[in-house]
């Protein structure tokens, strides 16, 4: 079982940065496909960026290329999510989510683990 904890969150203005962390349980981490997802109020949950065990494929949402940056750091069991220009629109809520096999996958149905989730707040 793997167990996932978000950290990072805030509160930044439009232009603004932030830096989300996941950190995992378990000793099945780096074989897992690990991404972010978001949930906005009202709003259904959605993909924003994976990345293969090794972290030499990553895969982007088009809402966010160019942005943010997915990186993870196998010896410390660990997931970033770099956000940068940050949009009122990117306000929402973010979780970290994690999967076996070797796919990157965007859809919410095909991940094993999840996060509780961390609050992004971008104010205009």
């Known amino acids: 079982q793997v167990q996932l904890v978000e950290s990072g969150g805030g509160l930044v203005q439009a232009g603004g940065s932030l830096r989300l962390s996941c950190a995992a349980s378990?000793?099945?981490?780096?074989?897992?496909?690990m991404s972010w997802f978001r949930q906005a109020p009202g709003k259904e949950r959605e993909f924003v960026a994976a990345?293969?065990?090794?972290?030499?494929?990553?895969y982007y949402a088009d809402s966010v290329k160019g942005r943010f940056t997915i990186s993870r750091d196998n010896a410390k069991n660990t997931v970033y999510l770099e956000m940068n220009s940050l949009k009122p629109e990117d306000t929402a809520v973010y979780y970290c989510?994690?999967?076996?096999?070797?796919?990157?996958?965007?859809?919410?149905?095909?991940?094993?683990?999840w996060g509780q989730g961390a609050q992004v707040t971008v104010s205009s």
């Open positions: 990345i293969n065990w090794s972290g030499g494929s990553t």
């Open positions: 989510a994690g999967r076996r096999g070797s796919r990157l996958r965007a859809e919410v149905s095909e991940y094993d683990y």
């Open positions: 378990g000793r099945t981490f780096s074989t897992l496909v």
